[in-house]
């Protein structure tokens, strides 16, 4: 199995037990994510395992959909896109992407594979669970936001820049100087670490 692939599976395991925790009640909670209850976070996780698919003329195999089961819902969609990165030829095969040309592999591991840990502290931050990102992904993202180029970085915080209702990072949020690590992250990116339901 690739690292890329290890990478993926650690953190939907970890989006999976904050989804198993969800109580029935909890799934309307508003998110961080200003337009987004918990479900809808699932729900744009899926839709973000659906456009892995894509380039390669597949899509999510049947399952139950968000409203009806969340976490089967989210077990499927995994199931599909670890198919890709368990086998050579579709993990290695070209696509295009908004960020150019790259393999499917890339693309998961820059994409789906980046959205979880985020996703996840959202989901947390909703239920009221443990919000604690792994800090190998915290270092690995805050070290990739630092590598894009500034218009990049402006391009990611207009909404719609990538297709109508896509928004990638919103306004960049003020933190103490002493801030932590995931705390400043989450700030780049538009969240506001202080943000409770």
């Known amino acids: 199995m690739s690292e890329t692939a290890d990478r993926y599976r650690r953190r939907a395991d970890a989006f999976e037990r904050k989804v198993v925790a969800v109580r029935p009640d909890q799934w309307a909670n508003p998110s961080p994510c200003e337009k987004w209850t918990a479900r809808q976070v699932v729900r744009h996780i899926l839709d973000m395992h659906a456009v892995m698919l894509r380039p390669l003329g597949r ?65 947390a931050r909703a239920t009221g669970q443990d919000d604690t990102i792994d800090p190998e992904d915290v270092e690995r993202a805050w070290a990739a936001m630092e590598a894009l180029p500034a218009e990049l970085v402006e391009k990611f915080r207009t909404p719609g820049a990538f297709g109508p209702d896509v928004e990638v990072f919103g306004p960049e949020v003020k933190v103490e100087e002493d801030a932590s690590p995931q705390d400043r992250l989450l700030a780049f990116i538009g969240r506001d670490p202080r943000w409770r339901p």
């Open 59 to 123: 899509s999510l195999s049947p399952a139950p959909s968000v409203d009806e089961d969340p976490l089967a819902a989210f077990r499927a969609a995994r199931a599909d896109v670890e198919a890709i990165l368990d086998d050579p030829a579709l993990a290695g095969q070209e696509c295009d992407t908004p960020s150019g040309r790259v393999t499917a592999e890339q693309h998961i591991d820059q994409v789906v594979s980046e959205d979880l840990p985020m996703h996840g502290w959202d989901l």
